[in-house]
């Protein structure tokens, strides 16, 4: 049992509030996940710079910071907790070669020109303290809280997953044929950190994107070619989608109103949002594909 919530500004009314939004909606969903918490945020793009979202692990800031000022001249750093959001004009290939040849110790947990991904062990109301969620700003969010049950109660074992550019994914339930669509993509050129079965998911959304199909459809074959029991929020850099398998045990409600969309587990995540009380409120169909802003 996990807890999955995002939500979706519809105008700029509410931008400067949405790290507040998410926090409250990740802290009513610790009692699904006491583990592991982590959240994707999209904030303004600037269209000259790349972002990259750093898990330092056990490495210094100062350390990283005098280490990576070798390799590219310009760059900035902001530290939150014990990560680090780089901005650059580099592009993600020369970045990840670097960060893969000679950073080995931290983790790149997600880049693009909108993303910005947090994630960390622990009780969620204080990841989320950790990370100064509250202060973030942004058009759309996607969160997660774990309890664990596929893999180890790590960092890398935890949500959202990041296999391409401003993508990311959060996970509710479980795949059974992970480890033989992992070894499939893995040939492809998909790469994975974890053993967790949400990034395989992550990994088989991203390769079908790279391959120009729509995120609609990619969603749609997934319901064939992803066996298990699940509920998806995909964030993309406009916008999230929402999808059930076709059984849809996994639980989840959605509220809509004029200013924005909201998801979650329980309805009790989204309770604290404005002018909920008078949102259209639903359960996602079985089967059917939800987005917004895609």
């Given at each position: 049992?996990?807890?999955i919530?995002?939500?979706?500004?519809?105008?700029?009314k509410h931008?400067?509030?949405?790290?507040?939004?998410?926090?409250?909606?990740?802290?009513?969903?610790?009692?699904?996940?006491?583990?592991?918490?982590?959240?994707?945020?999209?904030?303004?793009e600037n269209?000259?710079?790349?972002?990259?979202s750093i898990?330092?692990?056990?490495?210094?800031?100062?350390?990283?910071?005098?280490?990576?000022?070798?390799?590219?001249?310009?760059f900035?750093?902001?530290?939150?907790?014990?990560?680090?959001?780089?901005?650059?004009?580099?592009?993600?290939?020369?970045?990840?070669?670097?960060?893969?040849?000679d950073?080995?110790?931290?983790?790149?947990?997600?880049?693009?020109?909108?993303i910005?991904?947090?994630?960390q062990t622990?009780?969620?109301?204080?990841?989320?303290e950790?990370?100064?969620?509250s202060?973030?700003s942004?058009?759309?969010?996607?969160?997660?809280?774990?309890?664990?049950?596929?893999s180890?109660?790590?960092?890398?074992?935890?949500?959202p997953y990041?296999?391409?550019?401003?993508?990311?994914?959060?996970?509710?339930g479980?795949?059974?044929?992970?480890?033989n669509?992992r070894?499939?993509l893995?040939?492809?050129?998909?790469?994975?950190?974890?053993?967790?079965?949400?990034?395989?998911?992550?990994g088989?959304?991203?390769?079908?994107l790279?391959?120009?199909?729509?995120?609609?459809?990619?969603?749609?074959d997934?319901?064939?070619?992803?066996?298990?029991?699940?509920?998806f929020?995909t964030?993309?850099?406009n916008?999230?989608?929402?999808?059930?398998d076709e059984?849809?045990?996994?639980?989840?409600?959605?509220?809509?109103?004029?200013?924005?969309?909201?998801i979650?587990?329980?309805?009790q995540?989204?309770a604290?949002?404005?002018?909920?009380?008078?949102?259209?409120?639903?359960?996602?169909?079985?089967?059917?594909?939800y987005?917004?802003?895609n």
């Amino acid at each position: 049992m996990c807890g999955i919530v995002g939500i979706y500004l519809k105008s700029k009314k509410h931008e400067k509030n949405l790290g507040k939004f998410l926090s409250g909606m990740l802290d009513n969903m610790s009692s699904r996940g006491p583990d592991s918490a982590g959240f994707a945020i999209y904030s303004k793009e600037n269209k000259k710079k790349f972002r990259y979202s750093i898990c330092l692990n056990n490495l210094s800031f100062e350390l990283f910071k005098k280490r990576f000022s070798k390799k590219i001249k310009k760059f900035s750093l902001k530290k939150y907790s014990d990560h680090v959001i780089m901005e650059t004009s580099e592009k993600p290939k020369k970045i990840l070669g670097i960060l893969n040849s000679d950073f080995k110790e931290v983790s790149l947990v997600g880049y693009g020109k909108r993303i910005n991904i947090f994630k960390q062990t622990g009780n969620p109301r204080k990841v989320v303290e950790k990370f100064k969620l509250s202060t973030f700003s942004g058009t759309h969010a996607v969160g997660h809280t774990r309890m664990a049950t596929e893999s180890a109660i790590t960092t890398d074992g935890s949500h959202p997953y990041s296999t391409g550019e401003d993508e990311c994914l959060v996970h509710n339930g479980s795949l059974s044929n992970h480890n033989n669509l992992r070894r499939s993509l893995s040939k492809k050129g998909i790469i994975f950190k974890s053993e967790n079965d949400t990034e395989v998911a992550a990994g088989y959304i991203s390769k079908n994107l790279l391959d120009k199909k729509t995120l609609k459809k990619t969603l749609v074959d997934g319901l064939n070619d992803l066996d298990g029991f699940y509920t998806f929020i995909t964030g993309t850099k406009n916008g999230f989608a929402v999808v059930r398998d076709e059984i849809a045990c996994k639980p989840a409600v959605i509220a809509e109103t004029n200013d924005y969309v909201a998801i979650a587990s329980e309805f009790q995540a989204m309770a604290h949002l404005p002018n909920v009380n008078n949102a259209k409120i639903f359960e996602p169909e079985p089967g059917i594909v939800y987005s917004w802003g895609n």
